[in-house]
């Protein structure tokens, strides 16, 4: 079992939670930098966008001039993707852009703004992306929490949980929780695995498999968590059920793992 293996098969339970897939993922994944490179002046705005954000996320600064020129792009698309890329490469200057454009009176903007500092890794923003948490917007709410949980910061803590209790993106709250590894989140994600909602029961099943991982985990619950994990591998929902089987193997239970094992060799 690896973690293509689960990613694959999270996505196959979840086509979401994959996100659309870049058209260079291949070319990242060998860091053929001078391919995307060149893909930059490709005709169609969607493949020079696809080729800036890749090189971003390769964080490639030798492309810093490339991106820098495609700010402006006639293609928005374009756009937004060179300033994704160049916040990914650690420019302050669009990251605080991004900051600003959290104020934005549109939904769509702020949402992106959010998205772009998620991939930045610029953590000043974490306060700006809490108070922009403040929403009735549900695109909004779900890009900050996604934001806060790639960004690391464990200040994000305790809205992310009150975001897995009242929030507008449970989900999206319970997956940054996971991945900010903090002991203080266990009780909420315990509690959100009796959930209605099968992508709540599935991202918080997730999450404390990796809490378990990291070993910053309230041990106090753990026995609570094991047990309830155990019941949701008998889960209606088969995506739960896959995440139980996760979940656990977190904790090194041994009919997690066989669990798990089963799932990414029977699919």
Avoid at 104 to 113: C, I, L
Avoid at 132 to 144: G, N
Avoid at 233 to 257: E, H, I, N, T, Y
């Amino acid at each position: 079992m690896n973690e293509e293996q689960i990613a694959e098969k999270l996505a196959e339970f979840e086509p979401e939670w994959a996100g659309r897939p870049n058209l260079f993922d291949k070319q990242i994944a060998a860091r053929d930098v001078k391919t995307l490179l060149a893909r930059l002046d490709d005709q169609l705005p969607g493949v020079r966008a696809d080729a800036a954000e890749a090189l971003g996320r390769l964080k490639e600064g030798s492309a810093t001039a490339r991106l820098k020129a495609l700010l402006a792009d006639p293609e928005p698309a374009v756009r937004r993707a060179a300033a994704v890329g160049l916040a990914s490469l650690g420019d302050e200057g669009i990251s605080k852009e991004f900051v600003k454009a959290l104020l934005d009176p549109a939904a769509k903007v702020v949402a992106g703004a959010a998205e772009a500092l998620g991939l930045s890794g610029y953590k000043p923003a974490v306060p700006y992306l809490l108070k922009a948490y403040r929403t009735e917007h549900p695109r909004v709410a779900a890009a900050v929490a996604v934001a806060l949980g790639r960004l690391g910061d464990r200040q994000a803590v305790p809205w992310l949980l009150q975001a897995l209790k009242q929030g507008l993106a449970p989900v999206e709250a319970a997956t940054a929780l996971g991945e900010l590894g903090d002991a203080s989140a266990t009780r909420g994600l315990c509690e959100a695995l009796a959930h209605e909602f099968p992508p709540l029961r599935s991202a918080a099943a997730r999450s404390l498999g990796q809490l378990a991982r990291s070993g910053n985990f309230d041990f106090i619950l753990k026995d609570t968590a094991v047990s309830s994990l155990h019941r949701l591998l008998a889960d209606s929902d088969p995506r739960v059920q896959f995440c139980a089987a996760l979940g656990l193997a977190g904790f090194g239970d041994p009919v997690g793992k066989q669990k798990l094992q089963q799932h990414l060799s029977t699919h």
